[in-house]
């Protein structure tokens, strides 16, 4: 594995361009069975204390079966030549096919939970807090409307971020 350990203060991390634009990979699970997704939505800070991601994950995903049942994930970011794998892992189920088969992606186990060679920054969370959107507490109900017309809420995971691993 090519990747080396650095402190989180040392990221030059922008969460609006490296979520947002060039997106993620949210993978959770282990040698014997991981499954991964492409998100562009969650966000980093702090909060109680400790550095934080969240991750928003719908209830039909296959990665969520994943993230729920381990303590563990991982969030993957790629340079740009990968583009077209995310879009792909995020198009696809894992129920369905070999997303790193298809794609070309490399798993790597660590951590007790699993990343991707080709990625140029991971960062390996430890789940602090689960809830799922509810309808009844969104102040912008053209948000409702707008991402959820199937009122298939997402389930929003609070993470701390255990290790931050750059490619070497």
């Excluded at 492409?38 to 209830?59: C, D, F, Q």
């Excluded at 993230?67 to 894992?94: E, I, M, R, W």
């Excluded at 070999?98 to 920054?121: N, Q």
């Amino acid at each position: 594995m090519s990747f080396q350990e650095v402190s989180i203060e040392e990221l030059d991390f922008n969460p609006f361009v490296k979520i947002g634009s060039q997106w993620m990979l949210i993978t959770a699970g282990d040698e014997k069975k991981y499954n991964t997704m492409t998100a562009s939505w969650g966000g980093a800070g702090v909060l109680w204390g400790k550095n934080v991601v969240t991750a928003y994950i719908r209830p039909q995903r296959y990665t969520k079966e994943f993230v729920d049942a381990n303590d563990t994930f991982t969030l993957s970011f790629f340079g740009p030549q990968y583009k077209k794998a995310l879009a792909f892992c995020g198009s696809h189920s894992g129920r369905d096919c070999d997303k790193a088969a298809e794609t070309g992606l490399t798993p790597c186990f660590l951590e007790g939970t699993t990343a991707f060679e080709e990625a140029d920054l991971v960062l390996v969370c430890r789940k602090l807090y689960k809830d799922e959107l509810k309808p009844e507490r969104f102040l912008d109900k053209e948000s409702d409307e707008k991402w959820y017309p199937e009122k298939d809420y997402h389930t929003v995971y609070i993470a701390e971020v255990l290790k931050v691993l750059k490619k070497a």
